[in-house]
């Protein structure tokens, strides 16, 4: 057991990632039932929801709720992707050299990954630049 961990003790951070990004997702799809919920008791009554509540189900996550302007929020998005395309791209090279150099001997592991993180920074390079694409 102990050579099995020696040998993929890499694979605990994009294991992490994973079970970060599915909390993270799974705390966003509680505040948007919560949120729904709360609209259906409003509809039930007869009474218009406040615009505020409206609001909340617009935003693209629960962190975005404190940005009243909405012209502030596509700059931030594009902010957001040019440090996705820096990010990934940074990664890319990192896995690249310890894939060349056989870094840990895992080399062909380090190559998939760093094909991964290229294909992920040119992913967000496509959509900053044309304000469409995947939304990472």
């Known amino acids: 057991m ?5 040998s993929y003790w890499w694979l605990i951070f994009p294991l992490s990632w994973f079970v970060y990004g599915g909390f993270q997702s799974w705390l966003s799809y509680r505040a948007n039932r919560d949120t729904l919920d709360l609209l259906k008791s409003y509809a039930a009554s007869g009474r218009e929801p406040p615009p505020e509540l409206l609001a909340r189900l617009n935003k693209r996550s629960n962190y975005d709720l404190d940005d009243d302007c909405d012209n502030a929020r ?3 998005r594009r902010e957001r992707g040019w440090y ?3 990010l990934f791209g940074v990664l890319c090279l990192g896995f690249t050299y310890a894939a060349t150099s056989d870094l840990y001997e895992a080399g062909p592991a380090f190559l998939i990954v760093a094909f991964v993180m290229g294909a992920l920074s040119l992913a967000s390079l496509v959509s900053v630049l044309t304000g469409r694409g995947p939304k990472i």
């Open 2 to 6: 102990e050579d099995l961990f020696r």
């Open 84 to 86: 996705h395309v820096v």
């Open 74 to 76: 596509p700059r931030h």
